[in-house]
């Protein structure tokens, strides 16, 4: 394989990682704070996608500046992944802290039963693909090969500024600094005066909207159709689990491996591409339950 | 409180229960259509719906079949394999349907074709193509009104050789499924036939339903070859043409051949380019150079682009194949049986000898149950009055020259295929047909 | 519960499946399903009395349907020989699995059996010339018992033996819940600690218990098999296995009978649900939020608070 090839993998895996890693933040991020996996997430990838398609939709009907398209996007994602993540939050996911953990997954896998079928009965079953943002940008070369800028530049850069934002809030914001508190101990955290339930909620609805970029950033490229989210759930569970629950870092580094693997596979091994986060996923676990990236935690007994 | 509640769900099943039995002239004939109404492949099945509902509707103001008005009852391919036989089964059992139109996906027929050997009913395969199922069994009550997987691939590679005879190299990106992988087997062994040097510079299987295929394109981009061959459907193939198009991908001196592009051809409106192989499984399309101005397929076209707002694609088509081969069948059946109501043994019977025809070319029926149809296959191109590509340069290639014939398995007969057919297709029998 | 109520009731209801099976004949495939079902959840049941559930359960019945395929198409083999060998074929995978898997607990454990569930699940929809592919493996009805039998005689033999079998099957697991065993295995989930300072290795006990219920999954994944005729690699997806531990909660975990119930209720939901409205998810998804906060001991919870007075001491109670 030489060098262009690689190249060209490189650059594949890195786009696609980047998109992985958007959705893979929001659960992580959910885990840290609530100790909960939200099994619906990629049910908000989906619907931030059909969200952002209908909207796209709407601007070229309306007739508005085509230049709305690309921040339509961003707005979608916020719209819907916020106000799912703070119905999920409100209506299920704060009852159930205390409840058993098998139940609590098993709430969010029913909550992801209902939103994909309701997903269905809006959008339908036919593909939904609104690609003029794309087409917009244009393209460049490299290597004598084609990309277009949209997939080589403006996705890593989003999941790079979301990186790094995020761990500006986390670190450098009154706000932030709470959501890391409740993060390492809820109970402590409240008892210090945080008013956990503001953010928990916020969590879910950033979380969410995380989850929901991932969507709206990849329908311009993808066609949506019925399924896709869970498809997306089990991958970026997979960079979760590789990572580490609730290591925001780790998840970034976790993708890019996945993405680049993917990608690799492609031009060596196509067979084993399916494979490959899931393998992965198995040879991490065997070797660090905790995931790539986590820090021990001392056994309570 | 138990034994009520067992109580209750008996008297409750006991009103569902209905005896199926034989009856001279039914008050209505019950057919059983499975099609997706979910899942990625109701792309295919809503549109088959539609034309069941519609055709149905004509054929029951004309008098239904044989005088006897007809049902459909539709069962949703979506909810998987182990609940579609469960649900094909009561429909048998418990409301007597006794003709069943099954199924799109090719695993369906796999399961019902047993069953309804089994239970003894008509089953027509209306739109899943793979040729296994007639050609590993000889089948008494299992029948298909519309051309198979062989039929399709080989013409393909006719029409290739046809628009592009001096081609080198080769890739494909198919579907990882039955098939995607078998069409190819299929095409490549045909191509080998005629072009033993051929060169495949890449097997691409991206799995079913994904979303993104620019690692694939980047290859393609990488290794340049003449040929790419897509046999994809649906979500995958709308996703592919996208970002093909959107990378820059047709640009580039290759021939794309589509099979199945047609029943994308409106979705995609403009994202589709000049140039490209395209197919419909079978000779239909709604600008069919031989039946375009017949009036019952203009009148077809008309009440279903009212009905849904869109044009017919294939899958429609093959629905109204197998509504009017039915009804063929059962005209038949009910003429050897001297006016009586024949049952589902004697239709099966007439459909394997019968000749029909839809809005196509007229279909053969055979022996082994399979239907002969030709394959109209042509090249995109854009035209001022639609949003959306048209098929052009149109050549009709006749059943007989691309089924394997009766009793032979397609692997092995492709493999025998002479050489010397090619050239059947610069004769003036096969001159395109511009679209109009 | 009073085992000999216990008794009755279940005599009751294995007649009743038997005699409306026999009366409406197409319920033999939903039933054949549900009661392939059940028994796939009572294996999940055995790893929930541990306070552990796995997302990937459903790779063991995948497991045995597909070697009841592989060996029906190779060997032709009798239905009853074929059932026992699927089920041998998947105790023996979770007997390997198992033996890194008991080492984790809690989300750990959920996302390796998951992890190694889509492993199974890729392989099998990938390697199409060994598996099939996505579209699975077709295999001939083989005889039962040595008798080579029609559909409807297959399927009722098959479903005597399938309700025999699930009586056996919920006994068995509720006396293994009884034996120290099964003691030992409640203690995982209380506390895992002090179980240890009693000699007990917590290790070796979930072991055997993880082999069982791959075992569990695996007879109902034969019995799935031989009812379908079919076997396809979403037999293991991740979202079958979160389905099996839905059944768990919705039938009730405490006693192996919330099994049956469970995958009865949610096989005829899904069945008219689907039916009539299309939206079975949405349906069943809605009544499990309910079911949680409602009815966190499932039906069968429901059931048995209505029929005692108060709860007897070891059985029941919150899964």
Request: proline share 4%.
């Amino acid at each position: 394989m030489d060098a262009s090839l690689i190249l060209l993998a490189l650059m594949d895996g890195v786009s696609y990682a980047a998109l992985l890693f958007l959705v893979a933040l929001g659960l992580t991020l959910i885990f840290g704070v609530m100790r909960i996996l939200n099994i619906a997430h990629g049910s908000l990838y989906a619907w931030g996608g059909y969200f952002a398609a209908t909207l796209g939709l709407a601007i070229t009907s309306l007739a508005l500046p085509p230049a709305l398209g690309l921040p339509a996007l961003f707005v979608a994602a916020i719209i819907i992944g916020g106000l799912l993540g703070t119905v999920l939050e409100f209506f299920l996911l704060r009852r159930i802290l205390d409840k058993d953990p098998i139940l609590q997954l098993l709430v969010t896998f029913a909550a992801f039963m209902v939103l994909e079928d309701l997903q269905r009965l809006i959008w339908g079953v036919q593909p939904i693909f609104v690609s003029d943002v794309v087409g917009q940008l244009g393209t460049l070369e490299v290597a004598g090969v084609t990309y277009t800028r949209y997939q080589l530049l403006v996705l890593p850069s989003v999941a790079v500024i979301a990186f790094l934002g995020l761990r500006w809030f986390l670190r450098k914001t009154a706000l932030g600094r709470q959501v890391t508190a409740v993060t390492h101990h809820r109970e402590i955290a409240t008892a210090m005066g945080v008013n956990t339930n503001r953010v928990m909620w916020l969590t879910m609805a950033l979380g969410g909207a995380l989850g929901a970029l991932g969507g709206a950033l990849a329908s311009p490229t993808t066609s949506f159709t019925p399924g896709i989210g869970a498809e997306m759930m089990v991958l970026s569970f997979a960079v979760v689990a590789t990572a580490g629950l609730g290591q925001i870092g780790g998840a970034a580094l976790a993708a890019l491996m996945i993405g680049l693997a993917r990608s690799f596979s492609i031009y060596l091994m196509p067979e084993l591409e399916v494979l490959m986060p899931y393998l992965i996923m198995v040879a991490v676990l065997l070797v660090r339950p905790e995931g790539l990236f986590s820090t021990v935690a001392t056994r309570r007994i | 409180m138990k034994l009520k509640t067992l109580c209750a769900i008996a008297a409750a099943l006991a009103i569902g229960h209905g005896a199926a039995t034989a009856q001279d002239k039914p008050a209505e004939l019950k057919i059983g259509i499975s099609t997706f109404t979910s899942g990625p492949a109701s792309v295919f099945g809503v549109p088959g719906k539609a034309a069941a509902e519609l055709l149905i509707d004509e054929m029951n103001k004309a008098g239904g079949i044989g005088g006897v008005k007809v049902t459909p009852i539709f069962i949703d391919e979506g909810i998987g394999g182990d609940k579609l036989l469960s649900e094909y089964r009561r429909l048998v059992q418990e409301q007597g349907v006794r003709t069943m139109l099954s199924a799109i996906s090719s695993g369906n027929c796999n399961i019902v074709a047993p069953v309804a050997e089994d239970l003894k009913v008509l089953n027509v395969m209306w739109d899943c193509g793979t040729e296994k199922i007639l050609e590993s069994k000889r089948y008494k009550y299992v029948v298909r009104t519309q051309a198979n997987a062989t039929t399709e691939m080989v013409a393909s590679v006719l029409y290739l050789l046809k628009v592009r005879p001096d081609f080198k190299t080769i890739a494909v990106v198919n579907q990882d499924y039955a098939w995607g992988r078998d069409s190819w087997e299929i095409f490549l062994a045909t191509l080998k036939v005629f072009k033993p040097d051929v060169k495949v510079v890449a097997e691409m299987f991206p799995k079913l339903g994904a979303s993104d295929f620019s690692t694939e394109i980047s290859r393609l981009q990488a290794l340049r070859p003449d040929v790419v061959l897509n046999t994809g459907w649906g979500g995958d193939l709308d996703t592919f043409v996208r970002q093909a198009g959107q990378r820059g991908l047709f640009k580039q001196n290759v021939t794309f051949v589509m099979p199945l592009l047609e029943s994308s051809l409106e979705r995609l409106g403009g994202a589709v380019p000049e140039g490209i192989i395209a197919g419909g499984r079978g000779d239909h399309y709604w600008a069919h150079p031989e039946t375009r101005d017949d009036p019952k397929h203009k009148d077809f076209v008309a009440k279903f682009r009212a009905k849904t707002g869109s044009y017919p694609i294939y899958p429609t088509y093959h629905m109204a194949q197998a509504l009017v081969g039915l009804k063929t069948g059962y005209e038949s059946a009910i003429k050897a049986n001297g006016g009586k109501w024949p049952s589902p043994e004697q239709v099966a019977d007439a459909m394997r000898k019968m000749k029909f025809k839809a809005y196509g070319r007229e279909i053969t029926m055979r022996e082994d149950g399979q239907g002969l149809e030709a394959q109209l296959l042509g090249l995109t191109k854009r035209h001022p009055k639609y949003p959306f590509a048209v098929i052009d340069q149109m050549v009709l290639i006749p059943a007989e020259l691309v089924t394997t014939p009766v009793g032979q398995q397609s692997t092995t007969w492709v493999k025998s295929i002479n050489p010397g057919l090619a050239k059947v297709l610069s004769t003036d029998e096969f001159k395109p047909h511009d679209f109009k | 519960m009073p085992s000999m109520r216990l008794a009755v009731v279940v005599a009751v209801l294995v007649a009743a499946v038997l005699g409306v099976t026999l009366w409406v004949p197409w319920l033999k495939t939903p039933v054949l399903i549900a009661l392939a079902d059940g028994l796939a959840v009572t294996g999940v049941i055995v790893l929930i009395r541990a306070g552990q559930v796995s997302f990937g359960h459903a790779m063991y019945a995948c497991l045995a349907g597909y070697g009841v395929a592989f060996i029906g198409r190779a060997l032709h083999l009798d239905a009853l020989l074929l059932i026992a060998l699927g089920t041998v074929a998947a105790a023996l995978a979770g007997a390997v699995i198992g033996m890194f898997m008991v080492r984790y607990r809690g989300i750990f454990f959920g996302m390796l059996n998951l992890a190694f569930s889509m492993v199974l699940f890729s392989v099998l929809g990938k390697f199409g010339a060994v598996t099939g592919g996505t579209d699975g493996l077709r295999f001939d009805r083989p005889s039962f018992a040595g008798v080579h039998l029609e559909r409807e005689g297959f399927e009722i033999a098959l479903l005597a033996l399938a309700l025999g079998l699930a009586v056996i099957a919920g006994w068995a697991v509720q006396y293994y819940f009884r034996t120290v065993d099964g003691q030992a295995l409640a203690a995982i989930k209380t506390n895992e600690t002090r179980l240890e300072y009693l000699g007990i290795s917590a290790k070796r006990v979930f072991w055997r218990a993880y082999t069982l219920s791959a075992g569990l999954c695996g007879l109902g994944g034969s019995i799935f098999a031989l009812t379908q005729g079919l076997v396809t690699p979403e037999m293991g997806y991740w979202v079958r296995s979160g389905e099996v531990v839905f059944i768990a909660v919705l039938g009730g975990s405490a006693h192996a009978i919330g099994a049956f119930i469970g995958a009865f209720v949610f096989s005829f939901v899904k069945l008219y649900a689907a039916a009539l409205l299309t939206a079975w998810q949405l349906v069943l998804g809605l009544v499990l939020i309910v079911m949680v906060f409602v009815a966190p001991t499932g039906i069968f919870g429901l059931i048995e608070k209505r029929l005692r007075a108060k709860p007897a001491a070891g059985h029941g109670g919150t899964p």
